[in-house]
């Protein structure tokens, strides 16, 4: 087992939270307070925590693993003109699979590449912190939107916070082998849009760890023939 590390972006904000809750320490007799101010900082770190995820082997190179750890909570076909980055998708008159992963405090808020992949936009986008049933909640909060391609095959994912910032590793033009980190929020929902040249493997209510579930398979032109 490696040491226990958090993301470098956390930095300030953990800092922020030490020197917060030194002071409530030094003012405050109250053992209660003291006590939960300790876990505090504990569950902070614990939230903040980077992986090193053993990423599963998979005998396909069509494979499409989770970007993400959560629960799906809902799979459903979209037409691709009505979400956002068409462009990269196939046709303008396809449908597309939408996957939503809700990512709670606990599980890993990093990102991780759904294979071996160009990165064709990687975008962060501010916003402010709405609850994720809020209507406006995808669109308001801070984001993190990426595409993925490969081959004639794309995945484009919508990383959106429910507390704090969503952060970004990289940028548009960068190779990523699968399980390269490229991004990170505290917790959030997860929009994955998957061309419909695409099997889905998994269904609602799973409970999906960036690196080590799969998503589905992409099928060849060849398979889609037969």
Known sequence: MGCFKIISRSVPYVV??????????????SILIIGAVILLNMYVLYSFRDINREIV????????????????????????????????????????YKIVIQTRFKDAGVFLAPMNCDVLKCEVNKGINLG????????LNSNL????????????????????????????????????????????????????????????????????SLLGYFYKEKQLEK
């Open 16 to 29: 922020g939270l030490v020197l917060v809750s030194i002071l409530v320490l030094i003012y405050s007799s």
């Open 57 to 96: 082997a998979i005998n396909s190179e069509d494979a499409i693993l989770s970007p993400v750890d959560g629960f799906v909570k809902s799979i459903e076909q979209s037409i691709e003109h009505d979400i956002e980055h068409d462009s990269y998708l196939d046709n303008a008159k396809d449908i597309v």
């Open 132 to 139: 994720s049933k809020h209507s406006a909640f995808s669109l």
């Open 145 to 212: 939107k990426a595409v993925f391609k490969k081959d004639d095959c794309s995945v484009l994912a919508k990383h959106v916070s429910s507390f704090g910032d969503a952060f970004s590793y990289i940028s548009a033009k960068n190779s990523l082998k699968k399980g390269d980190k490229y991004g990170f929020y505290f917790k959030g929902k997860s929009y994955i849009f998957i061309s419909s040249k695409a099997r889905i493997c998994v269904k609602e209510g799973d409970f999906l760890k960036s690196g080590s």
